[in-house]
């Protein structure tokens, strides 16, 4: 639990970096987008570190006053003592015999405390980050379902382009070029063996439209912006 906890409690800390990345990322807005990204990249991984780093930071302590550090609750006795003057009720020949109240004592008394704080923010925090964890995981089989289906695109004219995109940007990494019926829109998948999966349709797009959407691709390879947008998923997990 201990372990888990600086994930519940660090979300105000990841949302202040984070307010302190888009400013800086506003503040560079005529710079490149790649400057940018790198920004936000960096922030994302710092999210991820704040419970790695917090056990590292000094911590502060809030001083008390000392008539506050005097008060004490004072502590409720678990049984009361009742003192009867059986002297009333005894004679020197007999004792007289008296009715008294059957008062019943419990020895064990169940008093319900109340869950701590932390336990209901981290059950809460434990909720949403499953849900968002269990999603980030469905949509990771999907794509890799849709990648392992897909078949290889052939055709010379789509490969040409490809080889004069990768050479105009400086991409020296070997990119697949693939054709899926799961895909509506082209996407850019894969780390160590990334890849550009286009839908059907773009066996009818032009040479113009061809050319911009491998560009466009091959941008998000060079600039790892796949994994970077795990980690982003990631973050926000577990700082839902």
């Known amino acids: 639990m201990e372990a888990i906890l600086p994930f519940a409690l660090g979300s105000i800390k990841a949302l ?32 991820l570190a704040i419970p790695l780093v917090a056990p590292l930071l000094p911590t502060w302590s809030v001083p008390v006053p000392a008539a506050l550090a005097q008060i004490t609750t004072p502590e409720k006795p678990a049984h009361t003592a009742l003192s009867v003057d059986m002297s009333a ?13 059957n008062i019943a004592f419990s020895d064990e008394v169940q008093q319900k405390t ?10 809460i925090w434990a909720l949403g980050a499953t849900v968002l964890t269990a999603r980030l995981v469905f949509g990771l089989w999907r794509v890799s379902a849709a990648v392992r289906q897909a078949r ?52 009818t797009w032009l040479d113009d439209r061809r ?19 795990m980690i982003a998923r990631i973050t926000r997990a577990a700082y839902w």
């Open 16 to 47: 202040l970096l984070l307010i302190v990345a888009s400013g800086t990322a506003l503040a560079l807005h005529r710079r490149s987008a790649r400057v940018r990204a790198v920004v936000w990249s960096i922030a994302l991984a710092g999210c």
């Open 89 to 101: 009720f005894v004679s020197s020949h007999q004792l007289t015999a008296v009715n008294t109240p």
């Open 114 to 123: 109340p869950l701590p704080w932390q336990t209901w923010i981290l059950a």
């Open 152 to 203: 290889r695109v052939t055709d010379p004219g789509w490969l040409r382009h490809l080889d004069r995109a990768r050479e105009r940007i400086g991409c020296r990494r070997i990119v697949r070029l693939l054709v899926s019926d799961r895909v509506e829109i082209p996407a850019t998948t894969g780390v160590f063996r990334p890849a550009i999966v286009l839908p059907l349709r773009a066996a």
């Open 211 to 229: 050319r911009a959407v491998l560009l466009h691709e091959l941008v998000h390879v060079v600039r790892l912006d796949w994994p970077a947008r």
